[in-house]
């Protein structure tokens, strides 16, 4: 009764490329980053990130240093101020002094506009402040590459446009994004049954779709 979650997956990201990642429930959008990002250990298979194998035999944290993580429902701590959520990582896991710890979390406050809620708890922030919290405290490691899970799904419509902004921006600046989301990269890659089934350009996904599974999703997805 087991599920093979990812089954021959193979690509490459560009640097500073805005990779979107679509397909169905349960298709393993979610593992395959989660992989990427050492939260899962993939049996088999090998990846690559700057040219260096990826060793999943030993700790990851240190190798996959520069690439942040931004989960779908946060993740924050909610007994920790926004400032404390930004700085655990910096200073536990990698011996940042605290003093510069902050400094650095209150620059990337206001890089995605909260600056004052430094010293507020998560529960004082609405859906898209909290993602914009997630974003900063993900940019506190300096990351090449930030892969994000479905940062929009648990947002209202009106609080979407905010962390949408905050990512074009990354994007702008030559950051490494990739994302499992129903928003659009420079390229997609359409996900099912833990394979790849088709990958080209938004307009090439969308407007000339190649594969009966995607034609079938798309119009479940647009007629929703």
């Known amino acids: 009764n087991q599920v093979q979650a990812l089954a021959g997956v193979s690509f ?21 980053i989660r992989c990427l990002h050492g939260l899962e250990t ?19 944290t240190k190798q996959l240093s520069h690439i942040g993580f931004v989960f779908q429902l ?34 990337l ?3 995605v506009g909260l600056e004052d809620k430094a010293n507020v ?24 590459i930030i892969l994000f899970d479905e940062p929009t799904s648990a947002l209202d419509p009106e609080m979407i446009g905010e962390v949408l902004n905050v990512m074009k921006e990354l994007a702008d600046e030559g950051l490494t994004l990739a994302v499992v989301t129903h928003e659009m990269g420079s390229r997609v890659i359409f996900f099912d049954g833990g394979k790849i089934v088709e990958e080209g350009t938004p307009e090439q996904i969308f407007d000339h779709p190649q594969s009966d599974r995607l ?10």
């Open 12 to 32: 490459s990201v560009e640097k500073g490329e805005f990779l979107a990642i679509i397909g169905p429930s349960g298709s393993g959008k979610s593992t395959l």
């Open 74 to 107: 946060f993740n924050l701590f909610p007994h920790k101020t926004v400032l404390e959520n930004l700085t655990l990582g910096p200073v536990k896991a990698f011996g940042v002094p605290q003093e510069e710890a902050n400094a650095t979390a209150r620059k």
């Open 42 to 60: 993939p049996d088999s298979g090998e990846i690559y990130v700057n040219g260096n194998k990826v060793d999943f035999s030993t700790d990851t």
């Open 109 to 111: 406050l206001a890089r």
């Open 215 to 224: 034609k079938l999703f798309l119009s479940q997805v647009i007629h929703m």
């Open 121 to 144: 708890y998560p529960s004082m922030l609405s859906g898209g402040q909290k993602q914009r919290v997630a974003i900063a405290r993900a940019l506190c490691q300096n990351p090449e």
